[in-house]
């Protein structure tokens, strides 16, 4: 399973690169994740692709986690740094990099210009990220929860964590 | 003395960090909520209880953070890091983010295998799942508040965030193509709206 120097080598690279084309997080590059570590190196299966994002997902912290759990199952703390790192390293410094840029000149009308126009966007992509993830599984059960976990998020100062506790409780029960 | 303002703010947040270690610790505990994303505890960590950044400056620094390649959530807490501490502060707020988690997934993975299968578990996985889509749309709802001192005007907003959710979300483009195409229409409508003289810069995005 273990690759050799080489391919690790290719697989940081591979990484570096796609860590600059993840607009939107590391999720939107997925699909070829999947096709390098599973179908061309056949580092891990598919199923332990899939079990590295529920993990992730089930876990606290950021979804690109997800990328460390991948390195794990592939080879180990050693597959899971070199991973991260390199999914990590280009767009941490590029985001570094514009954010100081954009600072420097907060008053030009460009600048000011793309915060404006782009807020409206960031926002509806928040809503899209919802829909998705609530129509991609069947029933109205779990649509009634999330609609309850949305207006009391939105209205009430709920503690996230007794909501998110209150959602594996009912799910652990069966209810959904 | 750095100021903690960006524009089209209508107030400015009234507390910042006192360390870069106060940085590390407020996003290990934010990150450690965030089952599912991040995203909505650093809201409601960052703008209401801690009050480092109003709502303005949250939605300002999401847009930084969503439109440029990586994680949201980890881009997000590099700048707001940098705002306070410089490259410091950023390292602390993103290392908080990081860290605890990265120990905790990996000990999950190792103890996964076995119960994967059990029904208790993919239950209340799923129900975990049903409640962090709620955590992210309500998110967005509070968010959109932030839209009423948009020099663009709200039915500008309104227009170009029903196009964004209904490009995304129903219709399935690609982020990247919604984001240069919409984006650039949305950016050029507010570089007209906004008043000329301030700025010697062309649209450069």
């Known amino acids: 399973m273990t690759p050799a120097p080489v391919d690790w080598l290719a697989l940081f690279a591979h990484f570096l690169l796609l860590s600059l084309l993840s607009i939107g997080g590391a999720i939107t590059v997925l699909p070829d994740m999947h096709r390098v570590l599973v179908g061309q190196m056949g580092l891990i299966s598919d199923q332990q692709f899939n079990a590295a994002i529920a993990i992730a997902q089930a876990s606290p912290g950021p979804n690109v986690l997800f990328v460390a759990v991948m390195g794990y199952q592939a080879a180990g703390l050693v597959g899971s740094a070199v991973m991260l790192t390199a999914i990590m390293l280009p767009s941490t410094t590029l985001a570094l990099l514009v954010a100081r840029w954009a600072r420097g000149r907060r008053e030009w009308r460009a600048v000011q210009a793309f915060k404006a126009g782009m807020a409206p966007i960031v926002i509806a992509l928040l809503l899209a990220a919802g829909w998705i993830l609530s129509v991609g599984t069947p029933g109205w059960r779990h649509l009634l929860l999330t609609a309850t976990a949305t207006l009391l998020i939105w209205r009430t100062r709920v503690h996230v964590l007794v909501l998110i506790a209150a959602g594996a409780v009912l799910g652990a029960m069966g209810w959904i | ?205």
């Open chain 2, 1 to 205: 003395m750095r100021t903690v303002s960006l524009m089209i703010q209508s107030s400015v947040a009234p507390a910042r960090p006192s360390s870069a270690k106060d940085l590390f610790l407020a996003f290990s505990a934010l990150a450690l909520q965030g089952f599912g994303g991040v995203l909505a505890v650093a809201q409601r960590v960052l703008c209401e209880q801690r009050r480092w950044l109003t709502k303005e400056e949250f939605v300002e620094i999401l847009a930084v953070g969503q439109v440029l390649p990586g994680p949201n959530v980890c881009n997000v807490a590099l700048i707001v890091g940098d705002r306070f501490f410089g490259w410091r502060g950023a390292l602390a707020a993103l290392a908080g983010m990081m860290t605890v988690p990265l120990v905790i997934v990996l000990l999950v993975t190792a103890v996964y295998a076995q119960y994967a299968m059990h029904p208790a578990v993919a239950g209340a996985l799923k129900g975990m799942g049903a409640v962090a889509a709620g955590l992210i749309v309500g998110t967005g709802f509070k968010l959109a508040g932030a839209l009423r001192v948009n020099p663009m005007g709200l039915p500008a907003c309104a227009a170009v965030g029903v196009c964004a959710f209904a490009a995304v979300a129903l219709l399935r483009w690609p982020l990247l193509w919604v984001l240069v195409a919409l984006g650039c229409v949305s950016c050029f409508y507010a570089w007209k709206r906004l008043r000329p003289g301030a700025s010697p810069a062309p649209e450069t995005r």
